[in-house]
């Protein structure tokens, strides 16, 4: 369903978000787990895109899945690096053919490890794969894919002038995005600040929340590398210290806080919540659960 329908079709979103596994084998945990979330009735889920490219097809082949077996809206994630015009039409040309209705555009970040040469890259920016999208016409839906951007609500690392950042979101929504998702972070005066500054900016399409549970002391460790940026509040910071190596102490801690961050976001109005689920459903259920939402 194209996000505008989705989202007057519902007041708040609740969507998930998953990477495409490695093996067969976690293929197969991870649709389990998304048979699990599927009685969430979720409004979309998402699928993200390996940096440079490095999961093209499981990307694509996780979404055809996910489609073709499942009741849910999978949106893929699509990137610019390390990708000349003629790779980007042909895998979005794919997915109009199956039908997906929605893609999320972004930049993506190089390949760990070699330096890399972006000089052959169709777009530098996500603003200039948002145009291509918004330009492309072979899709079965006469308005195109909806299209869908990232944001950061505490600013994205390489650019330290937040004012020149918003310029450069602004060109984004401008080029054609529908929505935006934003960053994971834990602490919700970023968000509604950065969702005032956007107001002021003239940007005034959706802007999805993106929450993540902390449920292992691995993830903890890894979160602040993964989502450049993003900071853990002190108070947060504390509770995981304090749980140290009980795992299940930081399981509860970490559904908890994410719990009472979805319940202020909720009780402020926000548009949608966007939940990273680390290709896991336990978490996420709890939530609903604590919440008191009807799968
Ligand atoms: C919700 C979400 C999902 C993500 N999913 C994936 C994924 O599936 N795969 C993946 O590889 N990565 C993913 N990422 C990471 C993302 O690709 C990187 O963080 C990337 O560095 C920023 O992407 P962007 O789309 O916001 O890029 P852009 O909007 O292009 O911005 C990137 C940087 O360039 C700056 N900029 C923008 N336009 C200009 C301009 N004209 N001149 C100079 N500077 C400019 C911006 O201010 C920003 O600092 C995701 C991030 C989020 C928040």
Known sequence: ???????????????????????????????????????????????????????????????????????????????????????????????????????????????????????????????????????????????????????????????????????????????GADYIVTQLFFDNHDFYDFRERCELAGITIPILAGIMPITSLGTYKRIPELALGARYPAKLQRAILRAGADSDALKRIGIHYATEQSRDLLDNHVRGIHFYTLNHSHATRELYKTLGMQG
Not at 12 to 24: A, G, Q
């Open 1 to 175: 369903m194209h996000i505008a329908d989705i989202l007057a079709a519902h007041k708040t979103t609740f969507s998930f978000e998953f990477f495409p596994p490695k093996t067969d084998e976690a293929a197969e945990t991870l649709f389990s787990h998304i048979r699990e979330l599927e009685t969430l009735k979720p409004a979309f889920v998402s699928v993200t895109y390996g940096a440079g490219g490095s999961t093209r097809e499981r990307t694509h082949n996780l979404v055809a899945r996910i489609k073709t077996t499942t009741a849910l809206d999978p949106v893929p994630h699509l990137t610019c690096v390390c990708h000349q015009q003629a790779d980007i039409a042909d895998i979005i040309l794919r997915y109009a053919q199956h039908n997906v209705s929605n893609i999320l555009a972004l930049a993506g970040d190089p390949p760990a490890g070699a330096a890399y040469d972006r000089s052959a890259d169709a777009f530098r920016h996500a603003a200039g794969l948002v145009s291509f999208l918004r330009n492309f016409k072979e899709h079965p839906d006469p308005r195109g894919f909806g299209i869908g951007v990232a944001a950061f609500p505490e600013g994205h690392p390489a650019t330290p002038n937040r004012t020149l950042e918003m310029d450069f979101l602004k060109a984004k929504v401008d080029a």
